[in-house]
């Protein structure tokens, strides 16, 4: 069983940087982030979560998807059992909850950032980007 704890969000205005971190209990093939946008207040809906990075924390191999590239980070302590994800250059439409996420096997992993091999979520923590 994995578990995934979330922190380090919060608001920040565009251009600035944020960390996030996620405490790792378990031993997931891999893991990583995805976000989510909330729907325009009073509409009740929500985007699908998008997937952002994911790494391997026994090769240390990294996958990112084009909004995460040139701007985020992903990197893991195993000693520590903690993933993290640096954000640099945010920007208002990266505004979302940031998800930790983990895939049991390597099949799941192949189908990971689509979101549909993800196997264990966090709770979220939430990432607001002022203009």
């Known amino acids: 069983q994995v578990q995934l704890v979330e922190s380090g969000g919060g608001s920040v205005q565009a251009g600035g940087s944020l960390t996030l971190s996620c405490a790792v209990s378990g031993h997931p093939y891999c893991m990583g982030w995805f976000r989510q946008v909330q729907g325009k207040e009073g509409e009740g809906l929500m985007e699908e979560r998008e997937g952002v990075a994911k790494i391997y924390p026994a090769s240390g191999a990294i996958v990112y998807r084009d909004p995460a590239k040139g701007r985020f980070t992903v990197s893991i302590d195993n000693a520590a059992n903690m993933l993290y994800l640096q954000m640099n250059s945010l920007q208002p439409e990266d505004t979302a909850t940031y998800y930790c996420?983990?895939?049991?096997?390597?099949?799941?992993?192949?189908?990971?950032?689509?979101?549909?091999?993800?196997?264990?979520w966090g709770t979220g923590t939430l990432v607001t980007i002022s203009s």
């Open positions: 996420a983990a895939a049991a096997d390597i099949k799941r992993c192949g189908m990971y950032l689509r979101g549909v091999g993800v196997d264990y």
